[in-house]
């Protein structure tokens, strides 16, 4: 199939794509990488009047450290992200996270702020963005907010983002001391989408217990999840003396949207899931102790 007829708009300025986004309405939709846009439109799953892309906006792209967190512009590919040295020394979830996006011609064309925009549950960049609290810089022609990763996910493919609004960047916070970080997924094909996975970061003390850790899962439910109230039981414990698959269990006893469809069942991925959190959970509390 080929997609609905469109006209094409490529601002290079980001004040000129938030007044494309306001003067053309609901009939709009941004195009950045494309990666899961166009596939969507030549299906037509989706259908706009108006494609705004933008690809030429300087303003979009760069990897800055700013104080305490590290910055990065939505327009940045993911290619860039995964061969930056700033994003694996200051942001190592996101590093480790970014070989499991797709191929590597999707991720030379496919950007950041394009995977966490498109808020796919079963993607690895908002899973990221979740666990480590990242904040999302978002402007419009009325101005700019920043909206927090709890609460920028709010539906299947969905952000509380309004439709005149563009994603300038997202800052990932730095997290210090003794740190630990895994990324596991399991896909039927490599560069498939997970059935199930996640992104676990560990933070320990000096006596090696849990200071602070974060699980993001991905493929779990219709958004993004975190298993939060395992993170709470997890906080105080000596890390020696965590079971590991009593964590990937706690993880996602609580689920209630757990997909099921012909690639597998909701039981079937919650095991997939726990025992995905498990692996992870022992490959970052491993890296926190000996590091």
């Known amino acids: 199939m080929k997609p609905a007829p469109f006209e094409y708009h490529a601002p290079t300025t980001i004040a000129d794509a938030a007044g494309l986004l306001a003067d053309l309405g609901d009939g709009a939709k941004v195009l950045a990488g494309g990666q899961s846009l166009i596939p969507m439109l030549a299906l037509r799953l989706a259908v706009f009047d108006h494609l705004v892309d933008v690809g030429r906006i300087a303003e979009l792209h760069g990897i800055e450290r700013r104080g305490d967190a590290l910055w990065v512009g939505a327009g940045t590919t993911e290619a860039a992200v995964g061969a930056s040295v700033e994003v694996a020394s200051s942001v190592p979830l996101l ?9 590597f011609q999707i991720r030379n064309r496919g950007t950041l702020g394009g995977s966490i925009a498109h808020a796919d549950p079963a993607a690895e960049y908002p899973a990221v963005a979740l666990a480590l609290d990242a904040s999302m810089d978002v402007v419009s022609s009325r101005g700019s907010r920043t ?3 709890r609460d920028f996910f709010d539906g ?3 952000t509380s983002m309004e439709t005149d609004e563009l994603l300038a960047g997202v800052s990932f916070p730095i997290w210090g001391g003794r740190c630990g970080f895994a990324v596991e997924e399991f896909a039927r094909r490599y560069g498939d989408f997970a059935l199930a ?4 970061a560990i933070e ?7 200071r602070r850790s974060a699980l ?5 439910g219709s958004t993004p999840e975190r298993a939060v109230t395992t993170e709470a039981q997890l906080a105080g414990q000596p890390v020696t003396e965590v079971d590991a698959e009593e964590v ?3 993880a996602v006893a609580g689920l209630e949207a757990v997909p099921s469809d012909l690639h597998g069942s909701a039981d079937y991925r919650r095991q997939l899931g726990a025992a995905m959190v498990a692996r992870a959970w022992r490959t ?5 102790r000996h590091g």
Do not use: N, Y
Request: proline fraction near 3%; avoid cysteine; glycine fraction near 16%.
């Open 95 to 103: 590093a480790k996270a970014t070989p499991f996006v797709g191929h």
């Open 147 to 149: 909206i927090a990763a």
């Open 156 to 158: 299947l493919w969905s």
């Open 197 to 200: 996975g996640v992104a676990v």
């Open 204 to 210: 320990l003390d000096g006596d090696d217990r849990v």
């Open 216 to 220: 993001g899962l991905i493929g779990m």
């Open 248 to 250: 990937g269990r706690s």
């Open 284 to 288: 970052a509390s491993a890296e926190a």
